[in-house]
């Protein structure tokens, strides 16, 4: 472009990424040149593994300023996916608000391995029940129903702010006939009984929460998060409940923090089911899953 013209995709796309890679300079964690790419190609209607076919576009000025105050709520530590208001999970496009988890690539682990547990069992086009508590988003049950062509769930949340959103999250995936939201204290809230039941539920210890990135702890709603004193004091009604609400071929899928796989999967088989774990791409044990002995 003539010199004086404004900003290019890629020009622009570098400047944000220098000024966020200042901005959290010394952060282990940190992408500052993904986000660029997630805040350009939000703003222009381009994934950010497209955008840089797009390099050598103009970019409209009040595109430009839109994308400059995105970064600097960026630069000051909220996270993209706040900031767009929506995450990819599972290559599905999900809806945020203020009630919701941001969804973690970790519990894709949650989501594959109740596939992979299906297609062991050849149930993988039966037509499955499953029920997910504490949905939040509604990612880990609309993942599956995006999998599962006869499946119909039921999304569980103690917030209305949440269900609202997978409910949302569910019509704009095409998923809104075989999805169900409600609000509730989770299977307090529900009868009958299901091939699935799935949750990620808070297993944050106490001790840690003042120790979580700014990103989630001033973010994600912590009612997501907090696991009483040592994080794991949701699991044993949880499981309890399973003896009413799973069918007797049943299986359940929970995601569990770092270094809980042992205590949780004894959880489980003190009351009886075979337990076993998947870890995560970080080798981490992610996701317990659970079910009735066979007799
Ligand atoms: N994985 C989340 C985190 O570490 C915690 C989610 C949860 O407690 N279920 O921030």
New binding site residues.
């Given amino acids: 472009p003539a010199a004086g013209a404004g900003a290019t995709v890629a020009t622009l796309r570098r400047r944000i990424a220098a000024q966020l890679a200042a901005s959290c300079a010394g952060e282990d964690d940190a992408t500052p040149d993904l986000d660029a790419r997630l805040l350009v190609g939000h703003a222009l209607g381009y994934s950010p593994t497209d955008l840089v076919l797009h390099d050598r576009e103009s970019v409209p000025p009040a595109i430009e300023r839109t994308v400059e105050a995105w970064a600097d709520k960026r630069a000051a530590g909220v996270p993209v996916a706040r900031i767009l208001g929506e995450k990819e999970f599972w290559s599905l496009r999900f809806a945020l608000s203020d009630g919701t ?1 941001v969804p ?1 690539p ?2 894709e682990t949650l989501v594959a391995a109740a596939l992979a547990a299906l297609d062991g069992a050849g149930r993988r086009a039966a037509p499955l029940t499953i029920l997910d508590l ?1 949905t939040g988003s509604g990612a880990i049950l609309l993942a599956l129903l995006s999998e599962l062509p006869r499946a119909i769930g039921i999304g569980i949340d103690l917030s209305e702010d949440a269900a609202r959103t997978a409910r949302r999250n569910a019509v704009a995936l095409g998923l809104g006939e075989r999805a169900h939201f409600l609000v509730g204290d989770w299977s307090a809230a529900i009868s009958g009984r299901f091939d699935i039941v799935v949750s ?5 210890a106490a001790a840690d929460m003042a120790d ?2 700014v990103a ?1 702890r001033a973010h ?1 709603p912590h009612l ?4 009483g004193a040592e ?1 794991l004091a949701v699991y044993p009604g949880l499981f309890d409940s399973l003896a009413a609400i799973l069918a007797p071929q049943g299986m359940a899928f929970v ?1 569990i ?1 770092a270094g809980q796989a042992e205590r949780v999967l004894q959880m489980g088989r003190e009351r009886g089911y075979d337990a076993q774990s998947y870890r995560d791409f970080a080798g981490i044990e992610r996701t317990i899953q659970l079910k009735p002995k066979a007799a």
């Fill in positions: 988890l973690r970790d519990t504490g990620n539920p808070p297993y944050i979580l990135p989630v994600d997501a998060l907090d696991g994080g995601e923090g």
